[in-house]
């Protein structure tokens, strides 16, 4: 079944995207499915390894140099084929699309430091993390639900993670008790919920799920989880801030509130995909221009789903 757009949802996207063909790009292409991409879990198994086992059976390509272990199956695939082989049940790769692996490489986290992930289930930027970390150090893998913890803490030990701690808290009470310590993290990941305008493709229901309303109470819950996170970040710490939705009220506006309100040096986003820079104007509010470094994936740019990425240092400790 085809499902359209709502009026409005149509009249803000074509506002984002003012050129008529690069709108028709758009409308195309989220009619259609995602593709089959993969990333290879190094904590099990190397990615040559990997490459090979799977190039038996699958046609499977590396599009990026610098990032081997993504890796997109072209073959046409049966229902569950990817998650049914024997090398997903092992743990040896993770079915992950593109450009959710996008908030890790931008966090970039290392051996040995103190990550959190506020709000992490199912695990897909948990186990990346931890696959970057090699296991060292320590991470914090935080959501609320338990259905969605199983699924978390299943994730992580089929992928053999061994540096994460599982925690089941409320986002906001669980920085505020953070906040009240005087433990700080290295890095935080605040991938927010958000109203997933950009999952069209794998989620086409969200066609008929999307309401404005959603979107702007959204924004100031998304508000209320990074003032709160940023109390757990050290001084020189670095957060990044991500959503699979294209709204700027859930993506530059919570960037602006940060500039606005906190003592922080925005980032420049770099990513192996094509980056369009963050919109610095929205229904005639002006934001800082400092919210371009940002980086907006759309789904015509990169065949992809639609994701938005941002990055900063806390320059003072917030008290």
């Not at 190094?42 to 272990?69: C, M, N």
């Amino acid at each position: 079944m085809r499902y359209e757009m709502k009026p409005l949802f149509e009249q803000r996207m074509r506002e984002l995207m003012p050129d008529s063909a690069d709108f028709e790009k758009f409308n195309k292409i989220v009619h259609t499915g995602p593709r089959s991409f993969i990333r290879c879990n190094t904590l099990k198994i190397g990615v040559d390894e990997l490459f090979s086992r799977l190039s038996k059976r699958w046609k499977v390509t590396q599009p990026f140099h610098a990032y081997k272990e993504i890796m997109l199956v072209e073959s046409d695939l049966m229902p569950g084929e990817l998650g049914n082989a024997i090398e997903h049940v092992l743990g040896y790769y993770y079915i992950q699309e593109i450009s959710s692996m996008m908030s890790i490489l931008a966090l970039d986290p290392r051996e040995g430091e103190f990550v959190l992930d506020l709000f992490s289930s199912p695990g897909s930027k948990t186990t990346q993390m931890a696959a970057k970390m090699e296991n060292k150090g320590t991470i914090i893998a935080n959501d609320l639900k338990l259905d969605r913890i199983k699924i978390l803490s299943s994730n992580l030990e089929r992928c053999g993670v061994s540096n994460t701690i599982v925690s089941r808290n409320d986002g906001v009470n669980f920085c505020e008790k953070i906040a009240g310590s005087e433990f700080r993290f290295d890095k935080i990941l605040l991938d927010a919920p958000c109203s997933g305008e950009g999952t069209l493709r794998s989620s086409p229901k969200t066609f008929l799920m999307w309401n404005v309303k959603v979107v702007k109470k959204l924004s100031r819950l998304q508000k209320k989880f990074i003032s709160t996170a940023l109390k757990c970040l050290k001084k020189d710490g670095v957060m990044v801030y991500s959503t699979c939705t294209h709204s700027p009220e859930e993506n530059e506006e919570i960037l602006n509130y940060v500039i606005e309100n906190f003592s922080v040096r925005v980032e420049k986003v770099y990513l192996p995909l094509n980056c369009r820079k963050g919109v610095s104007s929205w229904n005639g509010r002006e934001y800082s221009k400092e919210v371009e470094k940002a980086c907006r994936i759309y789904p015509q740019d990169n065949d992809s789903e639609g994701f938005f990425v941002s990055k900063f240092t806390l320059l003072e400790e917030v008290v």
